[in-house]
């Protein structure tokens, strides 16, 4: 054997630069089920069955254009059998040995961890290894470092703007489109107060039979994982994933904007594209998603703010995280600038919490997968960093239980942006609020026992209380940050007597 790609599940792209030259005498993709992906953190029934299902009907779409795949699966059996490779090294090291390739070929896998453990596998076994860059991203890692070289700080914005410049995009003679960069000012409503009114469903997709017999062995292999499969409807493959997009193009793009930041309990999908679990395991360009946004408003089907609002999270926001993680790794993952270490709390595995609006988002995501950004950000990530929660358990949580979560993506936006671990890279602030900003983004505080208004008590949001705990804490840390300096003095300006009482309010919640 000349070449022997190996194809990972975030890397299902058809126009990968490992198939370049691909040659079906000689050369073979070679793709592995390990269960060690899906346990190196505690990985949800949603997340482990979308990667393999979607592995496998890639597999059977190379094999139908005549491409040879050699291709493990794992037993379908609640206990492996003692000769199954638990990681990819190991099953990597039985097929060079059985096939005895001349070079092995891999396009940049998405989380460091995994291109560390390929290369030292490779080094073993004698065999040359070429890590090639992924040209499905809109900015190379060598164009990001260029773009960040001399930065103190990396903010999104000049970045976003400088790709709307270098691709045309949104672009009206070298001006933005309507004059403005930036039309965030118009994508902050919250809904009327009788809710979103009737919500366009997307499409989902009854599983065949390959997702199938996912389902089945995933509810046998990691039968104790969380979440459940009693409902999966992801796209599987390249076909599904176009479908998914002309979907959310024509029926949910034009309120998307205006209503992106908004949360309303029981409904998950609102207005969001689901495209991000498409994107990230490459069944989806993002040039063409971009492509056919900006199409929708050239015709007038789409609003300019919801169509710029959506192509800054994929052209900007994706492209910038990715650059932020392969420029800044591997120290990124172990700052802490914070000093956060308490211990994730029991619940967010499972939901089981009197707060309403962490209750609706973590039952949510152990029912799909999913959860939209503002609910990331501003409920699961708010309140573990109010908490204190060491930003790595914090990690670990969001790559375990949401279906798009590759290290590549997940861990800035956790550590730079969710948890201010990086101490301000990212960041110009730490993302934080009182209970008073989820009363006004959604109606979880109406079904809730706790007040966002009151600070200590039996009554006393847990956010609010933590908010205020939080800049009584970290004051001597944050106060040289001009966007944090009212907060701070409005801390301070609390009497002793309430803030020795809010501190200890916030000490009982830390020990529950």
């Not at 496998?56 to 490779?85: I, K, N």
């Not at 773009?147 to 672009?171: I, K, P, T």
């Not at 990530?381 to 358990?393: E, F, S």
Request: hydrophobic residues 45%; charged residues 25%.
């Amino acid at each position: 054997m000349r070449t022997l790609v190996i194809v990972l599940g975030d890397q299902l792209d058809r126009d990968s630069a490992a198939l370049d030259g691909f040659d079906p005498r000689t050369d073979a993709i070679w793709m592995a089920e390990v269960a060690g992906e899906s346990t190196h953190v505690w990985s949800a029934k949603q997340r482990i069955a979308v990667f393999l299902a979607s592995m496998r009907h890639f597999r059977d779409e190379m094999r139908a254009m005549g491409r040879t795949v050699l291709y493990r699966e794992l037993a379908p059996t609640a206990t492996p059998p003692t000769d199954e490779p638990a990681t990819l090294d190991e099953a990597l090291a039985l097929d060079v040995a059985a096939h005895r390739p001349d070079r092995i070929v891999v396009v940049t896998p998405g989380e460091y961890r995994v291109q560390e453990s390929l290369q030292a596998a490779a080094r073993h076994l004698g065999v040359p290894l070429s890590v090639l860059p992924d040209r499905h991203f809109m900015c190379s890692v060598d164009e990001f470092a260029e773009y960040a070289a001399g930065r103190s700080q990396l903010r999104l914005e000049y970045f976003y703007r400088m790709m709307r410049r270098r691709h045309g995009v949104l672009m009206e003679g070298g001006q933005p489109a309507g004059g403005k960069w930036n039309y965030d000012s118009d994508n902050r409503d919250s809904f009327p107060p009788d809710g979103p009114g009737r919500l366009p469903e997307p499409l989902m997709f009854e599983p065949d039979r390959i997702t199938a017999e996912v389902i089945d062995l995933v509810n046998l292999r990691f039968a104790d994982h969380p979440g459940s499969l009693e409902e999966f409807g992801w796209p599987v493959n390249s076909r599904q994933a176009q479908l998914a997009m002309t979907d959310f193009i024509a029926h949910r793009l034009p309120s998307f904007g205006r209503f992106q930041d908004a949360i309303w309990m029981g409904e998950p999908w609102l207005f969001h594209s689901r495209l991000s679990v498409a994107l990230n395991l490459k069944l989806l360009d993002p040039r063409d998603v971009v492509g056919r946004a900006e199409a929708a408003w050239q015709v007038g089907d789409a609003p300019l703010p919801a169509v710029e609002g959506f192509i800054r999270q994929i052209l900007g926001w994706r492209e910038y995280v990715r650059g932020i993680y392969f420029t800044q790794m591997p120290v990124y993952a172990e700052l802490n600038a914070l000093a956060a270490d308490r211990p994730l709390p029991e619940w967010y595995w499972t939901g089981d919490t009197a707060m309403a609006c962490l209750r609706d988002a973590i039952e949510q995501t152990l029912r799909f997968g999913y959860a939209h950004h503002i609910q990331r950000l501003m409920v699961t990530g708010l309140y573990a960093q109010l908490l204190g929660v060491d930003p790595t358990a914090v990690h670990e949580w969001y790559l375990a239980v949401y279906v798009d979560a590759v290290e590549w993506v997940e861990l800035p936006n956790v550590i730079g942006m969710s948890q201010y671990a990086d101490g301000g890279l990212v960041a110009s602030k730490p993302y934080v609020a009182t209970g008073k900003y989820i009363s006004r983004m959604s109606n979880a505080c109406r079904s809730c026992r706790f007040d966002p208004a009151v600070r200590t008590g039996p009554d006393a949001c847990p956010f609010t209380t933590l908010y205020w705990d939080f800049l009584i804490r970290h004051a001597p840390v944050l106060e040289g940050n001009s966007r944090m300096a009212l907060q701070i003095r409005n801390a301070r300006r609390l009497p002793a007597e309430e803030q020795a009482a809010i501190q200890a309010h916030a000490g009982a919640l830390r020990g529950q």
